[in-house]
């Protein structure tokens, strides 16, 4: 499990305000950009529903809870997270799954 070192997997549900949608775009690609860097970051990927465009998905793997909070910690994650709530209808909706 995670909080024995094991990967940490998350799917987070984004909504961008249709208004700002290429600004949330830009700001969401810009970090996970540098998370993708991190060696705590096994994936990454901002992905679109077939069947609800105005919501995002971004598909994440760490290779442990403690990369994931080291992630969390990183001021272009800090402040990139500062300049999303401007950019979204509503705070973004994070679900973290363990392997079985």
């Not at 069947?51 to 994440?60: G, R």
Request: net charge negative; proline share 8%; aromatic share 8%.
């Amino acid at each position: 499990m995670s909080e024995q070192g094991g990967p940490l997997f998350l799917v987070v549900t984004i909504k961008p305000r249709p208004d700002r949608r290429a600004e949330a775009e830009a700001q969401l690609q810009s970090m996970r950009h540098h998370t993708l860097e991190e060696p705590g970051c096994v994936f990454m990927h901002l992905v679109q529903p077939e069947d609800d465009p105005d919501n995002w998905v971004m598909l994440e793997m760490f290779r442990s809870r403690e990369a994931w909070d080291e992630h969390m910690r990183q001021p272009y994650n800090t402040e990139g997270n500062k300049i999303l709530e401007g950019l979204l209808r509503e705070p973004s909706e994070l679900r973290f799954f363990t392997e079985k």
